[in-house]
Nanobody, 121 residues
């Protein structure tokens, strides 16, 4: 079984920064795309940023220029550096990973439990 564990959430003042981490562990041959999603109360879960194995990135318009996604393939870990945070960024942030357990095998997808990010003065 593959597990994803997020860390780095918390309470931060408007204009502040946080860095989220998500580490994958378990029966993994290779991880393809990894991404961060967020869900605010009463809203649907939306993509924040995604990154492929070779480093290609994709961002939601609302975070472009403020958030940076990166990954360490050797550690099966994805990061999200969040700068210039505003109250509108308050949400539960979850990571997602698409991976294979063996060469040429089917692709699976797992979610982490999420970490709360609260931006408030």
């Amino acid at each position: 079984q593959v597990q994803l564990v997020e860390s780095g959430g918390g309470l931060v003042q408007p204009g502040g920064s946080l860095r989220l981490s998500c580490a994958a562990s378990g029966s993994i041959f290779s991880i393809n795309a990894m991404g961060w999603y967020r869900q605010a109360p009463g809203k649907q879960r939306d993509l924040v940023a995604a990154i492929t194995r070779d480093g290609s990135t994709n961002y939601a318009d609302s975070v472009k220029g403020r958030f940076t996604i990166s990954r360490d393939n050797a550690k099966n870990t994805v990061y999200l550096q969040m700068n210039s945070l505003s109250p509108e960024d308050t949400a539960v942030y979850s990571c997602n990973a698409r991976y294979r357990k063996r060469p040429g095998g089917i692709e699976y997808a797992n979610w982490g439990p999420g970490t709360q990010v609260t931006v408030s003065s």
